[in-house]
């Protein structure tokens, strides 16, 4: 399933009874971002489970005592009866053959179904054992949006500039470009690509734009995700577009 406004609709699903949901994405600041949004719609406290942390409040330091064993926060949430939603990060070693966790699984879904809520899991290329899978309802998200795009360059320009001095000389018109070219990357993958190319010369200007579009064919070519089109195939020809807009 895609979704086309995430968070009215994972909204929906949570209401309607999908009490598992595998989330299909690796982005977890990302999702984790968008899940705050929907607990607020839904006026649930959002909690997040990683093996290092174990189960906690997201808007709260500490966690659960003992609950980086999956299957003991997994209990946890089948002994409560407060309604919440549930993010599991890091879960994908225990899918698919901890038939304990499965178990565990079915029960905190269950016991959602009655008070409330969902567990939603995070990842790529998760198997779920039979039982657990049949229950799970997977959810492609929409890619970044644009404005998602221009914050992680001002983001990236922030952090940068905290290690060394970083020269911005994008106009308006330059971002919505370098924008268009990020276009279909993922946040973390334009992170990489954006902060490489200031780093390499304190700068972020209209002619990193080249690498960036350099970068995104590495990136098709290597993963073979994305089938490329380039908005404007040269430096020359950006350079040119620049000097239509002066």
Known sequence: MSLADPIHELV?????GHQLLHLNSDEDERVSA??????????YPLFTWTR??????????????????PAKALRHIAAS???????????APHLGQDAIVAAHMREAAEKLREVGGAILVTGTGLTFTESVDRMVTPVTLPGPTPDE??????????????????????SADDVTLLVRHLAGLSLMESGKILTKAI?????????????VIEAKIAVVERDGLLEYYPVESSLSEIADLRGLKA
């Open 81 to 91: 009866d407060q309604p919440a939603l549930y993010h599991f990060k890091d879960l």
């Open 34 to 43: 968008l899940l705050l949004h929907v607990a607020e719609r839904l006026d």
């Open 149 to 170: 795009y221009r914050d992680l360059v001002s983001q990236i320009e922030r952090d940068v500039n905290k290690r060394q001095y970083v020269e911005m000389s994008l």
């Open 12 to 16: 929906l699903l949570v209401r309607s």
């Open 52 to 69: 290092i942390r174990g189960l906690g409040r997201a808007d709260l330091s500490g966690a659960v005592y003992d609950s980086d064993d």
């Open 199 to 211: 780093i390499e010369d304190g700068k972020l200007t209209l002619e990193d734009i080249q690498h």
